[in-house]
């Protein structure tokens, strides 16, 4: 008898979660940066609180923290922290 590998089932592929804490001060700003996160490949799922003051991001593997970065500081927001899977990351804005 041949040895045989079990073969897990396919996990599913890797994702990240990055959060921003970004300065919004009306309806008008939180969907700014909604429209451009709804737009941006890669982008599984988020959420964007005008409350909280929050963007959260659920992304492809593919998807860098930094681009992510770069898409909502176009909106003309100020990025004012954010993290990338729990880890606190910079919000300096760098070129692509």
């Known amino acids: 008898?041949?040895?045989?590998?079990?073969?897990?089932p396919s996990a599913p592929a890797a994702e990240h979660t990055y959060k921003f804490n970004v300065s919004m001060s009306c309806g008008g700003c939180s969907g700014a940066v909604d429209r451009v996160l709804k737009k941006l490949d890669g982008v599984k799922s988020y959420e964007v609180s005008l409350e909280n003051q929050t963007a959260t991001v659920v992304a492809d593997e593919g998807l860098a923290y930094d681009k992510v970065l770069r898409t909502i500081a176009k909106t003309g927001k100020k990025v004012n922290s954010g993290e990338a899977d729990?880890?606190?990351?910079?919000?300096?804005?760098?070129d692509e």
């Not at 008898?1 to 897990?8: G, K, R, Y």
């Open 86 to 94: 729990g880890v606190e990351q910079s919000v300096v804005v760098k």
């Open 1 to 8: 008898m041949a040895d045989v590998d079990a073969v897990a």
